[in-house]
């Protein structure tokens, strides 16, 4: 079942300019982690923030998650035109014989 | 070094043909999964072995069949291919269960005409 929704669906800005992609989910989750795939290429890693914690950040990226209301935002700040790809949430139950399961992504393109 | 690696990249074949898409991971990770990625970008979760040993197994056809000779392997053998098939397959590996990312291959496009 599909558990992460992610919000806008697609995104255009310029260069400089900050992206906040937003992702709900249904369910308790023990970690979110958020995914990044450029065009034709595998998903990368970007950041795992844990169900107790509320904002992480790493370099550009600043994710917050909020529990209760049972999302979490991804911001870029700065973009740059290498940051266009598609983001994706993905959720973790953290229990035995669970895999993350992935929101639909959100498309961002970012033009110079 | 390439940590996980998928071939082949892209396979096209034709309906009713039987195929196999090979995965390795050198990261000396515990648990690997086959992940489908459609059309629209959707990934599904298919299969997911720990230590060669099968713990998820989602609805997918039985023409699906996973086979993990040792803990850095994870291949996926599709039977009788149907159009529907047609997607990109991801293989991924992570650590352990509900710790930390997921370290994914670079994909293989399937194309069944």
């Known amino acids: 079942s599909q558990q992460g929704e992610e919000d806008p669906q697609a995104l255009s800005i310029q260069e400089g300019e900050n992206a906040t992609m937003n992702c709900s989910y249904k369910?308790?989750?023990?970690?979110l982690q958020w995914y990044r795939q450029n065009s034709g290429r595998g998903l990368v890693h970007l950041i795992l923030?844990?169900?107790?914690?509320r904002e992480k950040h790493s370099g550009r990226l600043r994710v917050t998650l909020d529990t209760s209301k049972k999302s979490s935002s991804l911001l870029i700040t700065a973009s740059r035109a290498a940051d266009t790809a598609s983001y994706f949430c993905?959720?973790?139950?953290?229990?035995?014989?669970?895999?993350?399961?992935f929101g639909k992504g959100t498309t961002l393109s970012v033009s110079s | 070094d390439t940590a996980v690696s998928q071939t082949p990249k892209y396979l096209v074949t034709q309906m009713g043909n039987d195929k196999s898409i090979k995965c390795e991971q050198n990261l000396g990770h515990d648990t690997m999964y086959w992940y489908k990625q459609d059309s629209k970008k959707f990934l599904k979760i298919m299969f997911s072995?720990?230590?060669?040993?099968?713990?998820i197994n989602e609805t997918v056809p039985n023409r699906f069949s996973p086979k993990s000779p040792d803990k850095a392997h994870l291949n996926l053998h599709i039977n009788s291919l149907e159009l529907g098939d047609s997607a990109v397959y991801f293989c991924?590996?992570?650590?352990?269960?509900?710790?930390?990312?997921?370290?994914f291959g670079s994909g293989t496009r399937l194309t069944v005409v």
């Open positions: 993905a959720t973790d139950a953290g229990q035995a014989g669970t895999a993350l399961i």
């Open positions: 991924a590996s992570s650590q352990a269960q509900g710790r930390g990312g997921y370290t």
């Open positions: 072995y720990n230590n060669k040993e099968l713990i």
């Open positions: 923030i844990r169900s107790n914690e």
């Open positions: 369910t308790s989750i023990n970690n």
